[in-house]
């Protein structure tokens, strides 16, 4: 059964908002998912928006000026993520050796055991 949580909330953009997130995702390097992710919008939303601007149908300034922090910000994120993404699989590939590790040391115990209680 579905769960009623109420109506969900639309958001509304200005043409301005619009121009400059096309423009950001038109500057080399940058993909539009970082961008979409930067703005807090949906990639779908983004890419969108760039095909009505292609059709014509998003019109504005042409010279939308982008704040440079902006743009060095999205850069970041994008790195910081690529840098978690690493640490992240290492972590994983490191608590597998743990794993592996003592698994062994147990299997290995096992003859220790049988010499310790003849001593004992």
Not at 20 to 49: F, N, S, Y
Not at 57 to 62: D, E, I, N, V
Request: positive net charge; charged residues 35%.
């Amino acid at each position: 059964m579905a769960r009623i949580t109420g109506p969900r909330k639309v958001y509304r953009y200005t043409n301005d908002f619009k121009l400059k997130a096309v423009k950001l995702t038109e500057i080399g390097g940058i993909q539009v998912k970082q961008v979409a992710a930067a703005l807090e919008i949906h990639p779908w939303m983004l890419t969108r928006w760039r095909k009505h601007k292609r059709e014509g149908l998003l019109k504005g300034r042409a010279d939308v000026a982008i704040d440079k922090r902006k743009l060095r910000d999205i850069e970041e994120v994008a790195k910081l993520k690529l840098e978690l993404a690493l640490l992240k699989e290492e972590h994983e590939l490191l608590k597998k050796a743990i794993r592996f590790c003592s698994v062994r040391r147990m299997k290995s115990s096992a003859s220790s055991k049988k010499h310790r209680t003849v001593l004992a």
